[in-house]
């Protein structure tokens, strides 16, 4: 053998004793980009406070006269979606929520659940607000049906 392939198989062999690398910037993973960017979203959303453990936005309960007749809304809610008087007014991080409905438990974790899910395929998905809102409405009436003989 010549000097120059002994080179290479003690490399090569050096390369498979020696414990993979831990850095991931070396050999990042196939889908590493999209993991990160969603492991990056999700700790924005955990930054935010909520009265809602298993929610990472703050919820802020709204009369019944400002929400006029929206039940919740969100700040991620495109601008043309919102009426006038609440254009540019919700911060990202809040849900605001009418108090009616934030009263009544059973309507609130119905409310909260759509509006999570809407937010959940808006952020870690980028999906569309009007498709994300309907397939959160799917996901409300499966886990919240209105009707109490569907349960």
């Known amino acids: 053998m010549t000097d120059e392939t ?21 050999n990042p993973p196939e889908h590493h980009g999209a993991v990160k960017e969603k492991v990056f ?45 609440l254009r540019y007014k919700i911060p990202e991080n809040e849900i605001w929520i009418r108090k009616n409905v934030f009263d009544n438990i059973e309507r609130r974790r119905s409310i909260l659940a759509h509006e999570y899910a809407e937010l ?22 499966l886990y919240y049906p209105s009707d109490p003989n569907l349960k």
């Open 6 to 26: 002994q080179e290479t198989e003690k490399k090569e062999e050096d390369t498979s004793n020696s414990p993979p690398s831990q850095d991931s910037s070396v």
């Open 41 to 85: 979203y999700r700790e924005v959303i955990k930054s935010c406070w909520t009265h809602e453990p298993w929610l990472y936005f703050k919820v802020v309960v709204k009369s019944n006269e400002e929400m006029g007749d929206y039940i919740a809304l969100h700040g991620l809610v495109p601008q043309n979606e919102l009426p006038v008087h």
């Open 120 to 141: 959940d395929l808006m952020i870690t998905h980028g999906i569309p607000y009007k498709e994300a809102h309907a397939k959160a409405e799917f996901i409300e009436h």
